[in-house]
């Protein structure tokens, strides 16, 4: 039976305390700063394979030296709190994803021990090496967009018993680490944001809004992140009042290299690598009408994101939201997959859950694209980012993990209850990830609230097309390049290899003028608008294409 639901659709918008354009170039490897645990030993075999991730990243990525980071000291440690003039034991859990308060473990009462290990293993090192190292006479906190933590490097705390609701003692810690900035000045100012008390569930002591949050709604790309260019102002009072703040700004921008295995994390590496030439795919969501949880948060998620994707001249999707059927397979590959995850039902709100826990394994047929990304309406799909035998589920809920496994490259899930409306929302994800935002700028672009429990895994330079940007002379184009944005070439020549096929797509072209060299005769220009692209002429009986303000001085030679 088919349901058709109406209801209205509201962009959320935390208010901005300065929209002030960036103008920034797209990322690249210098500005990201690549966190790793350094192995404690010869039997460390978790620090073995975090050293070997790191390793694997920098080569594929041509990271600078400078930019790296070993956690020498990331071991289970009595902690001391002064305050309280207590011991507890903390222990990193869960195949050491977890900063686990061993003395409150069957407790609903939490403490700030596991957060004190946090703030002195994890947050004081790398503000240490943001501060003290320079690059050509800058400091690098004001060169580095993006943190990234390689597999080993924790990603959530638990100051208390564990549950579905973080309360903000609970938490990953991404959101954390978005505001580092803020101990620059108090090495200890992470600690302020530790909350004391636990609530019943959906009741969540503060809210930070995320200051980059929907930050380019015209898609301009003028946004590109830069560090502490984004604040926010605080509306919840009872923030107001636990923080003594009513703003907040973002720092940098955070991602996990994680997986099940070494293999599993090098794939998707790979995958991020190759997702610039990805070609033939659509994007996918599949909304179920009638889940058992979540209420219509996908079907608003698919049909705005349709609206978006339209208005925006692209048409390479499959979103199913009104009716109530599954999609586990499509004839083409797909850049992402989202759905209620294991609270789809097949036959109304009542009846049995259609999918296993392990879905994403068992269930799913689909071909994913190099790139795709996974966002569900799971959650706990980020119960873990990495742990298997077993892999640890809440509500037998599927895991972000069990996509890479299975051929996606990046994503986006929830650690704790996130509460559907504060989801990472597709339809400006999927947008700004196809007109050429990097995968990571895209996800905080579409995240809410930096408290809401959401936790990102991928490379973060992963694009999938070229966005607006600078290259070098004689930039060399091959395979299959989608082209949405401005490219400003800095010389008067670009190659094309043979085979390569150019698409220009929104607002792709390349600006000033220069020449396209081929190496062969095999390549494809494709446009939707030649009055801002490039085009075949003929010189002084010299075939060529050039790129020039069209139509150019050259339009009798056209052929």
Not at 183 to 202: G, W
Not at 253 to 279: K, N, P
Not at 353 to 375: C, H, K, M, T, W
Request: charged share 15%.
């Amino acid at each position: 039976m088919k349901h058709f639901i109406v209801f209205c659709f509201f962009f959320l918008l935390c208010f901005s305390i300065a929209e002030a354009q960036t103008f920034a170039d797209i990322p690249g490897p210098e500005n990201v700063l690549l966190v790793y645990k350094q192995p404690s030993g010869p039997t460390d075999t978790l620090g073995r394979v975090s050293d070997s991730v790191m390793n694997y990243y920098q080569n594929a990525r041509n990271i600078p030296a400078s930019n790296i980071l070993g956690l020498d000291n990331l071991v289970n440690a009595t902690i001391y709190d002064s305050v309280s003039q207590t011991e507890h034991y903390i222990k990193l859990t869960q195949s050491g994803e977890i900063i686990k308060d061993t003395n409150n473990q069957y407790t609903w009462s939490p403490t700030i021990h596991s957060w004190i290990y946090f703030n002195e293993k994890i947050v004081k090192p790398i503000r240490s090496h943001l501060l003290n190292t320079y690059v050509n006479g800058t400091q690098l906190k004001d060169i580095i967009r993006f943190i990234v933590l390689c597999k080993g490097v924790p990603y959530r705390i638990e100051a208390r018993k564990e549950s579905g609701d973080g309360c903000r003692n609970n938490v990953p810690i991404d959101g954390l680490l978005n505001i580092i900035g803020e101990t620059f000045n108090d090495e200890d100012a992470i600690l302020d944001f530790y909350y004391p008390t636990t609530f019943s569930q959906f009741q969540f002591a503060y809210t930070l809004p995320n200051p980059y949050f929907n930050a380019d709604p015209s898609y301009n790309m003028a946004h590109h992140f830069l560090p502490n260019s984004y604040s926010a102002q605080i509306t919840d009072q009872s923030t107001i009042n636990f923080l003594n703040r009513n703003s907040i700004t973002i720092s940098y921008l955070v991602s996990h290299l994680d997986g099940f295995s070494y293999e599993d994390i090098t794939g998707m590496i790979d995958r991020s690598i190759d997702a610039l030439h990805a070609d033939g795919y659509d994007w996918l969501i599949d909304a179920d009408p009638t889940p058992d949880g979540g209420g219509s948060v996908m079907i608003a998620q698919a049909s705005a994101t349709e609206n978006s994707l339209s208005n925006l001249g692209f048409h390479n999707y499959k979103f199913d939201y009104l009716t109530d059927t599954i999609l586990v397979n499509y004839y083409k590959p797909i850049m992402s997959y989202s759905s209620n995850g294991t609270h789809t039902t097949l036959g109304g709100y009542s009846a049995p859950r259609y999918f296993e826990p392990d879905y994403i394994q068992s269930q799913l047929e689909f071909e994913y694209a190099p790139g795709a990304v996974f966002n569900t309406a799971e959650s706990f799909n980020a119960t873990t980012i990495g742990s298997s035998n077993p892999i640890p589920r809440r509500d037998g809920q599927g895991q972000i993990p069990e996509f890479f496994l299975m051929g996606g490259t990046v994503g986006v899930g929830h650690a704790y209850e996130p509460k559907p409306e504060n989801m990472v929302k597709d339809y400006i994800m999927i947008p700004a990830y196809q007109l050429g935002y990097s995968f990571i700028e895209a996800a905080y672009l579409g995240m809410p609230n930096l408290t809401t429990e959401n936790v990102v895994v991928g490379d973060p330079l992963c694009t999938i097309v070229w966005g607006k940007q600078t290259l070098p002379d004689s930039i060399v184009f091959e395979s299959t390049n989608l082209i949405a944005g401005e490219l400003n070439i800095t010389g008067n020549a670009a190659i094309i290899n043979n085979g390569a096929a150019l698409r220009f797509k929104h607002n792709g072209f390349i600006t000033g003028e220069g020449y396209l060299i081929s190496q062969d005769r095999e390549y494809t220009l494709e446009t939707t608008n030649w009055n801002k692209s490039v085009f075949k002429s003929k010189y002084d009986n010299h075939p060529m294409i050039i790129w020039a303000p069209y139509p150019g001085e050259e339009i009798a030679n056209t052929y």
